[in-house]
């Protein structure tokens, strides 16, 4: 069965720390990646997504993720985070022709001004 | 409207009694999925559609919960017999018909909780 984790429930971090949230999946065949952030009060919005090509894949708000398809990862970077970054973090995946998505519990990051 | 609709946006009913929740997803996206978020939890799949039919309905938990589009367009997710473990955040999502790969684009969620 599919299955995704998140390696960091909560994460507190000041304004310009560098942030990394970990995702790893359980899915042998081809997969869809994606990430989606809901901020206080919002519905989830997506950030970035993997289909094809390039593993390094380039977001909105400057975030950036890796597919690293040996290690069934795909982490979520930032060089610098802002105070607008407080959200909470979802991994999700869609295995092979599945229109489903599987999602990872979250992770709450709280950045400090 | 812009982007996907859910209402209404809270929800309190009484053990037992029946409800209905519903999605107006974005206008021509032909793919509807429902997804249940638990307190602490990541989102749950629910159903998906693609036009009228149901293509998935793996992730109902019970045969108390049933969901419907009988236009290809607007959704509507009934639960039957509601129990205290249905509180939840039921989030519909919808997305075009370009294929597989494609995201989906969320409402702000229907807030239930059965007392």
């Known amino acids: 069965a599919q299955s995704v984790s998140q390696h960091n429930h909560h994460v507190i971090l000041s304004e310009a720390a560098s942030l990394e949230l970990g995702c790893n999946y359980s899915?042998?065949?081809?997969?869809?990646l994606f990430w989606y952030v809901q901020y206080p009060g919002q519905h989830l919005q997506l950030l970035l997504k993997y289909f094809s090509g390039d593993p390094l894949v380039k977001g909105i708000k400057g975030f950036e993720a890796e597919f690293i398809k040996s290690k069934f990862s795909f982490n979520l970077r930032k060089p610098s985070v802002q105070w607008s970054d407080t959200a909470e973090y979802f991994c999700?995946?869609?295995?092979?022709?599945?229109?489903?998505?599987?999602w990872g519990l979250g992770t709450s990051l709280a950045v400090n001004p | 409207g812009a982007g996907v609709s859910q209402t209404p946006s809270n929800k309190v009913t009484e053990k037992g009694k029946y409800v209905e929740l519903r999605c107006d997803p974005i206008?021509?996206?032909?793919?509807l999925y429902w997804y249940r978020q638990s307190l602490g939890q990541g989102p749950e799949f629910l159903i998906y559609?693609?036009?009228?039919?149901?293509?998935?309905d793996s992730g109902l938990p019970n045969d108390r919960f049933f969901a419907v589009r009988p236009e290809g367009s607007v959704s509507t997710l009934k639960i039957q017999r509601t129990e205290r473990g249905d509180s939840a955040v039921y989030l519909c999502?919808?997305?075009?018909?370009?294929?597989?790969?494609?995201?989906?684009?969320f409402g702000q969620g229907t807030r239930l909780t059965v007392v």
């Open positions: 999700a995946v869609k295995g092979g022709n599945n229109r489903k998505l599987i």
């Open positions: 559609f693609q036009g009228t039919g149901a293509a998935d």
């Open positions: 206008s021509g996206h032909t793919a």
């Open positions: 999502a919808s997305s075009p018909p370009q294929g597989g790969g494609t995201e989906a684009f």
């Open positions: 899915y042998g065949g081809t997969v869809n």
